[in-house]
């Protein structure tokens, strides 16, 4: 059954590419359907892969082989919350080990150019602390990182 609501993310050429990889990183993920074009179209001839059904943890997403001209941006992005250091690290060192690269805060591109923030669930509980000192040490040590390092908020939220 088609689900109600999907997301469609834009790729060029690389669609299955990038949902194979979602299925082998993320929990919950996998490869649905492929679909191939039944007529030449812009960005493609009869036969290439035009859409890519799939789930990133358990989110429904089609792959949209749509060409060169719409580039993933920051301005959307995968948020996944971690349990503790090891699946952060596993996460992030998937992403930017396979040609992605690193940015603020836990923030991670990956080589398709899709944002993602690997967030440790104690670093989203500490920022949101009803206690707004608690709140701010936590904010500012995540401000300075790049992955997130859970010793480092845990240090903070002892002082």
């Not at 834009?10 to 979602?22: H, Q, R, S, V």
């Not at 919950?28 to 179209?41: K, L, Q, W």
Request: proline share 5%; with cysteine; aromatic share 10%.
């Amino acid at each position: 059954m088609i689900p109600k609501t999907t997301l469609c993310l834009w790729y060029d050429g690389t669609a299955l590419d990038a949902a194979i990889f979602y299925s082998k990183t993320f929990p919950d993920s996998a490869v649905i359907a492929v679909h191939h074009a039944p007529g030449d179209y812009p960005a493609g001839k009869q036969g290439d892969v035009l859409t890519v059904d799939f789930t990133v943890m358990g989110i429904p997403c089609l792959g949209l082989n749509g060409g060169p001209a719409f580039k993933h941006s920051e301005a959307f992005s995968f948020q996944v919350a971690t349990d503790d250091q090891a699946e952060t690290d596993r996460l992030w060192n998937a992403i930017i080990d396979n040609g992605g690269e690193a940015s603020a805060c836990g923030w991670c591109r990956d080589k398709w150019g899709l944002s993602w923030q690997i967030t440790p669930r104690v670093l989203t509980a500490a920022f949101t602390d009803p206690d707004r000192a608690v709140a701010k040490r936590a904010f500012e040590a995540m401000m300075t990182m790049t992955k997130i390092d859970i010793a480092a908020i845990e240090a903070v939220l002892k002082k």
